[in-house]
């Protein structure tokens, strides 16, 4: 390290996980699945036999192996199972497309109408106004649909790279995307292997968003800081940035 550099370089980049940091992904999740069993119910009632059944756990290993290369695109996936359920429900292969497609597109409705955190939004709007922000993401949430799009410079998810946190290529994707230096930016996010280790494993700084108040001991993912709620952000963000603490 330069002597001259400075311990804790300004911020110019905050990268956001999305699920579990700024919603409740299960719950989230469970709702979506409930609105697209209820859409099969009513018009593809056999394909859901086959989707509600223990058959699924045969066909979605039959899609992963058949699609290797989009194991990391969680909305091709889900399309694909649906349509091989509906294959098996004796539907023509354009019926089976045209079902998978409406149906997925039920649960992307629910998968966007998430489980906010408190002050998920007065946080991002407070953080928008004093840093670039952009979502880092191994899901398939959209910014733009779940409404909170315009606090985001931009996203980077795993479908785009091909890869999932905590591979560096998600890290070095963002960076590249905003076009700021690992040192200058600072990731945020609940899961101490795919957010914190590899973010710090990037060169970036690291904020352990924290909401069960977990204790922990590992070295290895050791957080720059934590916080236990949304609305802490601003502050915690604030102690890390030499251009707001000198
Ligand atoms: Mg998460």
Redesign the pocket.
């Known amino acids: 390290m330069n002597k001259l550099q400075k311990p804790n370089p300004s911020i110019d980049l905050v990268t956001f ?5 700024l919603w409740d ?1 299960m719950q989230t999740i469970t709702a979506a699945e409930k609105l697209l069993r209820g859409w099969m119910a009513e018009h593809t009632p056999a394909a859901l036999g086959i989707y509600a059944s223990e058959r699924v756990g045969d066909i979605r290993e039959q899609v992963l192996k058949t699609h290797d290369d989009k194991r990391h695109d969680l909305s091709f996936l889900r399309i694909a199972v649906l349509r091989q359920c509906m294959l098996a429900a004796d539907m023509s292969p354009a019926d089976a497309d045209e079902n998978a497609k409406q149906a997925f597109a039920v649960f992307f409705a629910g998968r966007n109408d998430v489980a906010f955190y408190p002050n998920a939004i007065t946080t991002l709007e407070t953080l928008s106004q004093q840093y670039a922000l952009y979502a880092l ?3 398939n949430a959209d910014v733009e649909r779940v409404g909170i799009g315009r606090f985001f410079s931009g996203a980077v998810s795993s479908a785009d790279v091909g890869a999932s946190k905590p591979d560096q290529q998600m890290f070095t994707t963002v960076l590249a995307k905003a076009g700021v230096s690992a040192d200058r930016a600072v990731h945020i ?3 101490l292997s ?2 914190v280790f590899g973010a710090n494993r990037a060169g970036m700084r690291s904020i352990w968003f924290n909401y069960e108040g977990q204790a922990t001991n590992d070295t290895d993912h050791k957080p720059t800081a934590q916080a236990y709620a949304l609305a802490e952000l601003p502050a915690v963000l604030a102690s890390l940035d030499a251009a707001r603490t000198r």
């Open positions: 996980d999305l699920d579990n940091t992904v993401t191994n899901g996010g609940d899961h795919d957010d």
